[in-house]
């Protein structure tokens, strides 16, 4: 495929399909040793109504306002979550599996009652997003990426998402020890002066800012899928954190450009005219990735196998 | 008149200097899961360069008194001083070893890592780990006997094992005051003794150790002050004064077994 088609039609797509699958992935390894996985998929599940609210008081579907609401509504989200489960004193997975079932619920109802027909915001487009229109026309080649006049018009979501992998980066690089120490043993944590509610915390937040700077580019498929599919993969593969981490990060990228070149070329080389979601193909690709690893990794054993004891 | 008041005075001056002096003192520590007070008013103070057993039947708040007083848990009152200061300003004072069971062992990391850990406070979030750093964990590790396990993952250990990665981590931190939570609790006999030995060498070292422990027929032999509660303290002090017969039977109430009640007997007898 020559520059000229790619550049324009397929390398920005396939960016940010990268940078979103790969800021998921990377919350994603803390969450999962925590045993807090599902808290990507509540995330993206109650940002629904978070961007219908948002839409319904600004009457235009403008970005700002869309990701302030889906932020707020991750917030009050996770406090709920928080709520229930010491209020009720039920475990963490049924606090998440109540919340987020009822707002996302709630959103498809606001959605239907509102007047969004002439926006582009429906049910479909928060599921799947729309990755494959997210095209850069201005380009013409790959000398278009030293063309001020055409970067000028590259599509939005791939800056704020380079962005947004940027500072979640750092986040986990700088605060690797506590973060590290926190997930293996909170109670020493506290006892050495790591604030590990704090922490917690913040590490929810930055996933729910991955999750919604995700959601708006992709829809929720796609990030469901990659807070828990590329570090499980990973984990199945070694016993060391850091190399966990690294991994699933490969992982995601390999999965975000394997599925967009599936669902854009795959049917075709089976005989049909159209292409498939590249949201669906690429968190299909990284489940297939994780169900290889749970039969050939090298540490698929280490549960169950009463080793630890 | 005057004369009593001047006496209870000056007993409060010996109270008062005792908790500045003492390396953990613990006051109205009051905790509560749901309804009903775990542990109720309970005050410590903790002799230094002693080796208190903490102990007390199950549910008696052996643990929760350790994590309230460490800030683990959140008490409904009580104040915690650690050498006459508040908690929080000490915290490099104190090595606490939570309950073997209460993390989990299959975490992706390997056995010099969970003791390096024990270093945070010095290497903070990103001063690198250098030689000498490695060098003090691995001979913290040699010190439980375990240094042939560091680059082992921690998934593949024994509970015995576990337990000494755990003292191994507390060695690391270079600490006053050791705070363990039944550090013998499923362990082998020789880990058992191998733990106890760290500990003797600690208080031969002047270092303060408080261990939450259940088995009544070692106290004597491993501890020389103890610490009896039931929701409510019970007895504190040299065991000579605070572990008898009388304290030991309003501890456990009728729940001492007979054979039990012939150990401890036997215990008390050898001490």
């Given at each position: 495929?020559s ?14 399909g990268?940078?979103v699958a790969?800021?998921c ?9 925590r ?5 990507g ?8 109504p ?20 889906a932020?707020?509504a ?19 997975g ?19 009652q ?29 000398h ?9 018009h ?6 704020r ?7 979640e980066?750092?986040?986990v ?7 590290k ?9 506290r006892?050495i002066g ?36 590329p570090p499980?993969?990973?984990?199945l ?18 999965a ?8 854009g070329?795959?049917?075709l ?21 994780l ?6 990794g ?8 009463g080793?630890?004891? | 008149?005057?004369?009593?008041l001047?006496?209870?005075d ?16 613990i006051?109205?520590m009051?905790?509560?899961?749901g309804?009903?007070p775990a ?6 103070t903790?002799?230094p360069?002693?080796?208190t057993?903490?102990?007390g039947?199950?549910g008696a ?18 104040q ?15 090595a ?20 390096m ?7 903070g ?16 590790l ?14 593949q250990l024994?509970?015995?094992?576990q ?11 270079e ?8 550090p ?17 060498s ?5 270092k ?38 009388r304290t ?10 007979g ?13």
């Amino acid at each position: 495929m020559s520059g000229s088609e790619f550049v324009p039609l397929s390398l920005v797509p396939m960016l940010i399909g990268i940078c979103v699958a790969v800021a998921c992935a990377l919350p994603g390894n803390f969450l999962l040793l925590r045993r807090q996985a599902l808290i990507g998929d509540a995330i993206s599940h109650v940002v629904l109504p978070g961007i219908v609210v948002a839409f319904l008081i600004t009457g235009a579907a403008t970005t700002w306002p869309m990701l302030l609401g889906a932020a707020a509504a991750a917030v009050v989200a996770v406090m709920a979550i928080e709520a229930i489960r010491r209020l009720g004193r039920i475990e963490p997975g049924a606090a998440m599996g109540v919340v987020f079932t009822a707002m996302f619920a709630a959103g498809v109802l606001l959605l239907e009652q509102s007047d969004t027909s002439n926006v582009h915001l429906d049910v479909e487009h928060a599921l799947y997003g729309n990755l494959e229109s997210l095209i850069w026309l201005d380009a013409t080649g790959w000398h278009s990426l030293a063309d001020p006049a055409a970067l000028a018009h590259l599509p939005v979501e791939l800056p704020r998402m380079a962005l947004t992998l940027l500072a979640e980066a750092l986040f986990v690089a700088l605060l690797w020890r506590p973060l590290k120490i926190s997930t293996f043993d909170e109670r020493f944590a506290r006892t050495i002066g790591i604030a590990t509610g704090p922490l917690g915390l913040a590490l929810v937040v930055v996933s729910a800012i991955a999750a919604v700077a995700a959601f708006d580019a992709v829809g929720s498929i796609i990030v469901i899928a990659m807070f828990i599919c590329p570090p499980a993969t990973a984990r199945l593969i070694t016993n060391d954190l850091g190399h966990q981490v690294v991994w699933s990060v490969g992982f995601a990228a390999l999965a975000a450009v394997l599925g967009y070149v599936l669902a854009g070329y795959g049917p075709l080389w089976l005989g049909y005219h159209s292409s498939v979601s590249a949201a669906g193909m690429i968190a299909t690709v990284s489940g297939a990735m994780l169900a290889l690893a749970a039969v050939f990794g090298r540490h698929r054993h280490r549960t169950g196998d009463g080793a630890a004891l | 008149m005057g004369l009593e008041l001047a006496v209870s005075d000056g007993q409060a001056m010996d109270d008062h200097a005792a908790r500045m002096q003492s390396p953990l003192a613990i006051r109205g520590m009051t905790v509560s899961y749901g309804q009903k007070p775990a542990i109720f008013s309970v005050d410590m103070t903790v002799a230094p360069g002693a080796m208190t057993a903490i102990i007390g039947p199950n549910g008696a708040g052996k643990s929760t008194l350790l994590k309230a007083a460490l800030g683990i848990i959140a008490p409904l009152a009580g104040q915690t001083l650690v050498f006459g200061q508040p908690i929080r300003r000490q915290r490099h004072k104190i090595a606490y070893v939570p309950q073997r069971a209460s993390v989990d062992w299959d975490f992706p990391t390997r056995v010099l890592d969970v003791v390096m850990m024990g270093l945070f406070p010095q290497l903070g979030l990103l001063r690198r780990v250098r030689a000498p750093h490695r060098a003090k964990a691995l001979a913290c590790l040699a010190r439980v006997g375990m240094e042939s396990f560091a680059s082992r993952q921690i998934g593949q250990l024994s509970g015995g094992q576990q337990q000494r990665v755990f003292l191994a981590r507390a060695l690391a931190q270079e600490a006053q005051l050791y705070l363990l939570d039944e550090p013998f609790a499923g362990v082998d006999a020789a880990t058992e003794k191998a733990i106890i030995n760290v500990l003797k060498s600690l208080r031969d070292a002047g270092k303060t150790v408080v261990a939450v422990h259940h088995d009544l027929s070692t106290v004597s032999e491993y501890f020389d002050h103890v610490f009896m509660i039931n929701t409510r303290k019970i007895a504190e002090g040299p065991l000579a004064e605070a572990f008898t017969e009388r304290t030991l039977q309003e501890t456990y109430g009728g729940r001492l077994a007979g054979a039990q009640m012939d150990q401890i007997g036997r215990a008390l007898a050898a001490r």
